[in-house]
């Protein structure tokens, strides 16, 4: 059985109120997608709930190119929940939008040996700095990525990613501007980004160059770690899908947890000193991907003893505990973590 040994320090809630830690948010609309169909006769209801399901593959296992997971397809009329018909967005075309099963759907999948992305994912704070030909060059806010950068956030809603945008107001603006971002000095973006209280932030920094666009990526997480990649095409809407989806399959592979027999995890977490902080451990915990069930094994003055089935290699479990902003680990135990206020 593994141990570890968190070690938490907490302040009352009313102060945590406004600095209270991000954790991985619950991602909706992971099981659900919406196809375009010529009409609603049976004979294409069928490919169409093939195509939606197709569609939650995509996001569930966090796979461009769902390979083995394609196996489930078979199965969309046993795993759909409930269908129904809507208009397109202009009005001129109809869609069906299809719910899914999570439970089944994830069952199907880990039957398979298909590794699973949950629910819970990373926030991210995202900031675009857009040069194009002429003036038309800034920083974008959620307008400018709709009236812009379209394919960014449509790339983001496909591979189920939280995305948040900044507001740019005159507060940020006092931090951030498009000359610094564009240089790569994230100072400014990083005191901005605060306020979102992100697990994540992205940069993007998207121009012309030699007849194409050039993106070029920075992911930080809240230690000041950052890794980059570049993409080169021909259109803007290619290299901006192109980015996000280089980021997803960066965190699937981080996160997405591989069906196996569940391991015993046993956690002491120090300084649980109230109902409030047992309440806030537990759901912590139980919202981790990895975690399939987390129980109490005893309570004292300032511990709460907890014992963990975690699915999949432990390490995934110490992965994506350290890539939030609830734990960090322990100066004084290499092997402890300790709570963020």
């Not at 948010?25 to 294409?44: F, I, K, N, W």
């Not at 605060?194 to 230690?223: C, D, F, K, P, S």
Request: charged share 20%; glycine share 10%; net charge positive.
């Amino acid at each position: 059985m593994k141990f570890m040994r968190l070690s938490a320090c907490f302040t009352a809630l009313a102060l945590l109120a406004t600095t209270l830690p991000a954790a991985a948010v619950p991602m909706r609309g992971l099981y659900e997608a919406s196809v375009a169909v010529p009409d609603q006769s049976p004979a294409h209801r069928e490919p169409a709930l093939r195509r939606a399901l197709e569609s939650v593959l995509v996001r569930v296992t966090g796979q461009r190119h769902p390979g083995a997971a394609m196996g489930v397809l078979d199965r969309a009329n046993v795993l759909v929940q409930g269908y129904g018909y809507e208009k397109d967005p202009d009005g001129k075309g109809l869609r069906l939008r299809a719910q899914f099963d999570p439970r089944a759907v994830d069952a199907a999948l880990r039957a398979l040996g298909v590794p699973v992305w949950g629910v819970n994912r990373l926030s991210h704070v995202v900031w675009i700095a857009l040069r194009d030909d002429g003036p038309a060059r800034g920083l974008l806010d959620a307008a400018g990525v709709a009236a812009r950068a379209s394919a960014l956030a449509a790339t983001a809603e496909a591979r189920g990613l939280p995305f948040t945008y900044p507001q740019l107001d005159a507060a940020e603006r006092k931090l951030v501007s498009f000359n610094d971002v564009w240089a790569g000095n994230f100072a400014g973006l990083q005191g901005a980004s605060r306020t979102y209280n992100a697990n994540l932030m992205l940069v993007g920094r998207i121009g012309r160059e030699g007849g194409g666009w050039v993106g070029r990526w920075t992911l930080l997480n809240n230690a000041g770690a950052s890794e980059d990649w570049s993409i080169a095409l021909g259109t803007l809407d290619e290299v901006l899908a192109a980015g996000i989806h280089e980021l997803a399959d960066r965190q699937a592979q981080r996160f997405a947890t591989q069906a196996g027999a569940a391991r015993e995890v046993r956690l002491l977490v120090a300084g649980v000193d109230s109902l409030d902080d047992y309440g806030r451990v537990l759901n912590y915990v139980r919202g981790l991907n990895p975690v399939r069930s987390a129980q109490v094994e005893s309570a004292r003055a300032g511990e709460l003893a907890l014992r963990l089935q975690v699915e999949g290699d432990t390490d995934l479990l110490y992965r994506v505990i350290v890539s939030g902003r609830t734990l960090r680990r322990s100066e004084s135990d290499p092997n402890g973590y300790v709570l963020v206020r």
